[in-house]
């Protein structure tokens, strides 16, 4: 099946530092990527909606403003924490869906834990 | 109310049990439907889409009602590779954007 890779895998950091997350869809093109957060015993929440060429759909109470997205190109798409603070620590992860990876199938990433300090 | 709702956990069984799981969602729109598998401190892996028919996959068996707004997985002869924490997910419409239950974790027991 289709692979979407993240990195890095984890990260700690300390308090005010921004951290860069990326998710790459290896063989397919992704028209839409999805990022979430999950907190430890907690189900996957999205975050925001990431489309190619476009900006980025986020949910209700993410601030858009601390959780920047970009998805330059049809395979990479990067969440980036800025002015990180302890409560951003959780697990981030993104999925993969659309363009040639076909109309119903969403891949997800390995994810990304966040520990900051 | 929460747009996806699970049977709350832990589910302890012993091995060679069967083991239902059940979720209903709020969104009489939603229009697909999916039970996922999450390993400890791993990502979510598609376990298996829901047909409004029901569908089998060897020893998983998941059904939708939508009159109801209701999905189930069934698990025969439970074997110990099946403890994880399995999630309910729904599409509420076309389109990628995927809503998760909050997942219910099984524990099978030799």
């Known amino acids: 099946g289709a692979v979407v890779s993240q990195h890095p895998s984890w990260v700690i950091c300390k308090s005010g530092t921004s951290v860069k997350i990326e998710c790459r869809s290896l063989d397919f093109q992704a028209t839409t990527m999805f990022w979430y957060r999950q907190f430890p015993k907690q189900s996957l929440m999205l975050m925001a909606t990431?489309?190619?060429?476009?900006?980025?759909?986020?949910e209700q109470g993410v601030e858009k403003d601390k959780f920047l997205i970009n998805h330059a190109s049809l395979t990479l798409s990067t969440l980036t924490v800025t002015s990180a603070h302890p409560e951003d620590s959780s697990f981030y992860i993104c999925?993969?869906?659309?363009?040639?990876?076909?109309?119903?199938?969403?891949?997800f990433g390995p994810g990304t834990r966040l520990t900051v300090l | 109310r929460k747009e996806v709702e699970q049977d709350p956990g832990p589910f302890n069984v012993p091995e060679g049990a069967t083991v239902a799981f059940n979720c209903t969602y709020s969104?009489?729109?939603?229009?697909?439907f999916f039970w996922y598998r999450q390993d400890c401190r791993k990502e979510p892996k598609l376990l298996m889409s829901v047909y409004s028919s029901g569908n089998e996959d060897g020893r998983f068996t998941a059904q939708l009602n939508r009159a109801s707004q209701y999905i189930s997985l069934l698990i025969r002869d439970s074997k110990l590779s099946d403890s994880a924490t399995y999630l309910c997910v729904v599409r509420p419409t076309g389109g990628f954007k995927t809503i998760f239950g909050a997942g219910t974790r099984l524990f099978v027991k030799a």
């Open positions: 990431s489309n190619e060429g476009s900006k980025a759909t986020y």
């Open positions: 999925s993969a869906g659309g363009g040639l990876a076909g109309t119903d199938t969403q891949y």
């Open positions: 969104n009489s729109a939603s229009q697909s």
